[in-house]
């Protein structure tokens, strides 16, 4: 991807959030020049890899394959349930665009709920996975939605509206969203830990994160990209 589409991506949800009247914290817009003067106090920032993410997970066309989100707040794997004071919970939020498809994946380990914070529908489209990790085109899939259990058949379309979420279970493969003719959606995400090193199975072998061209100064900073404290 090219440094100036991903700031674009990141100022584009940053307006949209704005338009929800969703807050981030202020190191959110800290420059790169600025991250350079900052020093341990951030290292759980940096250490766990919170703060911003932009990906086309490799497509090279971000508009139909990609997905812009801000981690708030992440535990580290090794330490969770284990460590006093050690955070065994994760909390993101994310932009769908209408027509911008995530990817089929599935977490081995990590319970998620996706919510519909705002804007347009969430189109969530469900599989369970096979024995070998592929999509299961046979068996129903039972989710829990707000709390109801639902029940569809497999590839089924789940539409979420604003305030609607569903409790995603691991090795649950989805793919996701916004429904076209209705504007972005503000997706929340509260999880487990987050670990996309380890945890991410998806369908098709896809870079977690882009090669980037700089064709543009950078803007903001993304959560792999922060200079070590001095």
């Known amino acids: 991807m090219k440094r100036s589409e991903i700031d674009s991506a990141i100022q584009e949800m940053l307006d949209f959030l704005a338009g929800c009247r969703f807050f981030l914290p202020p190191w959110a817009k ?7 003067r900052i020093g341990l106090e951030a290292d759980e920032i940096r250490r766990h890899r919170l703060g911003w993410d932009v990906t086309d997970f490799g497509s090279g066309n971000f508009a139909k394959i990609g997905l812009t989100l801000f981690t708030l707040r992440n535990g580290l794997p090794a330490l969770s349930g284990s460590a006093p004071g050690a955070k065994d919970y994760c909390e993101k939020v994310m932009l769908a665009r ?3 498809e995530t990817p089929y994946h599935y977490h081995y380990t990590k319970m998620e709920d996706l919510i519909n914070r705002g804007g347009g529908r969430l189109v969530i489209r ?31 379309e789940l539409i ?3 305030g609607e979420s569903v409790t995603l279970v691991p090795n649950l493969y989805h793919s996701f969203w916004a429904m076209p003719g209705g504007g972005h959606v503000l997706v929340g995400e509260v999880s487990r830990v987050n670990d996309d ?32 404290a001095r």
């Not at 800290?30 to 350079?36: A, I, R, S, V, Y």
């Open 98 to 100: 209408e027509n911008q």
């Open 30 to 36: 800290l420059l790169p020049k600025q991250w350079t």
């Open 126 to 156: 469900l599989y369970n996975s096979t024995e070998d990790e592929k999509l299961d085109e046979q068996r129903d899939v039972g989710v829990q939605v707000d709390g109801f259990t639902k029940t569809m058949p497999a590839g089924s």
């Open 197 to 228: 090193t380890r945890d991410n199975r998806f369908l098709e072998a896809l870079p977690r994160y882009p090669a980037i061209e700089e064709d543009a100064p950078a803007h903001f900073v993304l959560c792999h990209e922060y200079p070590p």
């Open 160 to 162: 979420l509206e604003p």
